[in-house]
């Protein structure tokens, strides 16, 4: 069943919400759901293929809307912190830095017109 | 390439020798600033160069050879170009340092960023600090960019996001006002280049 770019926001803000312990790794879990649901949408947006590599969006994204690329980036960034960089503290408001700029990009994105 | 302290003396002009040796002569501990970057431009038999500060260390130990090279950068603005980015109050990446060094339209227009952004906070009165920082990808190290970073107190991450699509509006019509009024015959396509490499950064005090 095909499910859209929003759908992984909502799941970030679910696990954020839902981490009633604090347990760092489900903030660094809504951290990576938040980026792809930005990700998603801006592949989306531009109609780039299924394979377009994550640097590319982001370029592209950039050259349409400077602000709103350089913030997937820094997205793109805290994300590969919460999967990769296991000795990093991934803190709850890391988590919610990240739900807040993936909102924010995907609003972006809604109101850009291709 | 090493230099003497003869050599180093001879890039130096009249009346600053004296200096130097009384820079030589004081002790370590009193030996003055320690400077941020080794990399520094001389200027040797009419030919621009770059210099690391262990290129000074046969004159004596590390602190005096880098306040050394920073007397013959100082004396130098004349004959070479120096970075107009070193002369701006922010903390820089050396590599970025070293581009600017290198690359002028870069240097310039990096430099005009940071000042116009500098501008456009200070009218808004907040309190921030700028530095630029160079980031690699961690998959492809070949994207890179010259990150302007600015860290601002401000408690609320949407106002911070607000405010961060304010400085890339300013950047971008700088970038296309550039376009529009060329000067100097600047390439478009290194204007683009320079715009995809510059990137803006608003981080808060965490």
């Excluded at chain 1, 370029?59 to 999967?83: C, V, W």
């Excluded at chain 2, 340092?97 to 808004?124: A, E, H, R």
Aim: charged letters at 30%; hydrophobic letters at 35%.
């Amino acid at each position: 069943m095909p499910v859209s770019g929003e759908k992984f926001l909502e799941a970030a803000d679910t696990i954020y919400k839902k981490n009633e312990s604090r347990e760092e790794i489900y903030y660094r879990c809504s951290a990576s759901r938040a980026y792809y649901a930005a990700f998603h949408v801006a592949k989306k947006h531009f109609h780039l293929p299924r394979k377009t590599r994550h640097i590319t969006v982001i370029d592209i994204l950039k050259k349409n809307h400077r602000s709103t690329g350089e913030k997937l980036k820094e997205l793109k960034e805290l994300r590969e912190d919460a999967d990769y960089e296991l000795d990093k503290y991934i803190s709850q408001y890391i988590a919610d830095k990240c739900i807040k700029l993936s909102n924010n990009i995907i609003n972006k994105l809604n109101n850009l017109k291709t | 390439m090493t230099f003497s302290k003869t050599s180093c003396v001879d890039l130096i002009p009249t009346g600053l020798t004296e200096k130097i040796d009384e820079l030589l002569s004081i002790p370590t501990a009193k030996a003055g600033r320690i400077f941020k970057f080794t990399r520094v431009p001389v200027r040797i038999n009419n030919v621009n160069k770059y210099a690391d500060s262990d290129d000074f260390v046969s004159i004596g130990d590390r602190s005096k050879s880098t306040t050394l090279a920073n007397i013959i950068t100082d004396t130098q603005q004349q004959s070479i170009s120096p970075s107009k980015l070193s002369s701006l109050d922010v903390e820089i990446h050396p590599h970025i340092l070293d581009i600017s060094l290198k690359d002028q339209l870069f240097d310039v227009i990096l430099s005009d960023i940071v000042q116009n952004t500098k501008i456009l906070l200070q009218n808004k009165q907040y309190k921030f600090n700028v530095r630029i920082d160079f980031s690699e990808d961690r998959e492809y190290p070949d994207w890179n960019h010259a990150d302007v970073v600015i860290q601002i107190a401000e408690e609320d991450y949407d106002r911070v996001l607000d405010l961060w699509d304010e400085v890339s509006t300013n950047v971008e019509e700088y970038f296309n006002k550039t376009k529009i009024d060329p000067q100097d015959h600047i390439n478009a396509d290194e204007l683009d280049r320079l715009s995809d490499f510059i990137n803006i950064r608003l981080i808060t005090g965490e």
